[in-house]
């Protein structure tokens, strides 16, 4: 194995690169969680969050992951027997739709390529037929992380409403907040689901679910059991600041820190960043001849590009070699896309500069592992990241 010497690029798309400044703001001793210091701790962040998810209403900080933060969507809204339109985006979009029907949920999963987000006019068309509303939730994946594809979401929201159908909308923006633009409450969204270690640019260890009324109504008819993922047990100790049990306190110093970070640039500025590194990256796939995954260019990701590997080259085997020679991490494809595409991300704590040292090793990588590529392709993203300047 070589030593590597200089900085580890991390360019999967989550966990992101944890800035200096957040990575400070956790070197802390814990605190009692009970005192007074952790309350106003616990206010600032729960404010803060509502301010990132772009909504009036409350925001659920789970200790635990996104896909934790998923069960506490479905537990809180729905019955068993209840029945869901999902679309098929991706890898999770995929395990989504398993863990709902886990919970006894009956899923109307619309098939999809993996290169298309969530379509409204068949969301509008499943609902105008379904008169009897017997469809209780639309479930969507705001930017499919295995795809590099991001569903408009506030289209589904108008298609829902035009069929004036009464579903819930539910979605995932695990990988999309902070990075893609996301406006809860602007959008109709009555649950939107996030972790910490995507654009909030944390470590991994913090779910979060962001409520409508609509939907905290819903949870106080809905049967499925809960106890640790239960908004009321949350909502009435966050009112002071504090959680119904032991919080990820340190984790919670850091959140703080990002959210500071973010407003500081402000979150069109990061929203606009993202959309800039973004292009600059499929215009680098465009120069190497290679094919970005998603089809659609109002879906193109701002957070990750997925780039389809040239028939008989292994996309796997691509990864490693740049690993093992330029230090540099990319993306695997997941599932029925494994060995078929790497992933690059370009979310969190990212500018020009890191991105094309990123594009640039890709580049490198390229050219080693042999597979077929025009060269310029880093040239082609020197020269959107300048042009928008």
Known sequence: ??????????NIPG???????????????????????????????????????QTEGPVVIFPGSGTGAWEATIVNTLSPGDRVLMFETGHFATLWSKMAARWGITVEFVPGDWRHGADPAIVEAKLAEDRAHAIKAVMVVHNETSTGVTSRIAQVRQAIDAAHHPALLLVDSISGLGSADLRHDEWGIDVTVACSQKGLMLPPGL????????????????????????????????????FPYTPATNLLYGLREAIAMMREEGLPAVFTRHERLAKATRAA????????????????????????????????????????RFNISLGAGLSKLSGKVFRIGHLGECNDLMLMGALSGVEMALGVAGVPHQRGGATAAMSVLNAAL
């Not at 010497?5 to 991390?10: A, C, M, W």
């Not at 957040?22 to 600032?44: K, S, Y």
């Not at 009324?213 to 993922?229: D, G, H, V």
């Open 207 to 242: 779910g979060f679910t962001a409520i409508s009324q609509k939907a905290r109504a819903a949870s106080k008819t809905n049967t499925l059991p809960r106890s640790y993922w239960d908004w009321e047990e949350m909502l009435k100790p966050n009112e002071g600041g504090y």
């Open 285 to 324: 796939v465009q120069g190497w001849g290679l094919e970005v995954l998603c089809e659609e260019a109002s879906e193109y990701s701002p957070v990750l590009t997925a780039v389809l590997m040239p028939d008989c080259h292994d996309a796997d085997a691509f990864r490693q070699l740049a690993l093992d």
């Open 15 to 53: 966990p992101s690169p944890v800035p200096e400044r957040v990575l400070q703001a956790m070197d802390r001793q814990v605190i009692d969680h009970r005192g007074p210091e952790f309350g106003r701790l616990g206010r600032e962040v729960l404010e803060g969050c509502r301010a990132i998810f």
């Open 1 to 10: 194995m070589t030593l590597q010497q200089g900085r580890h690029f991390l």
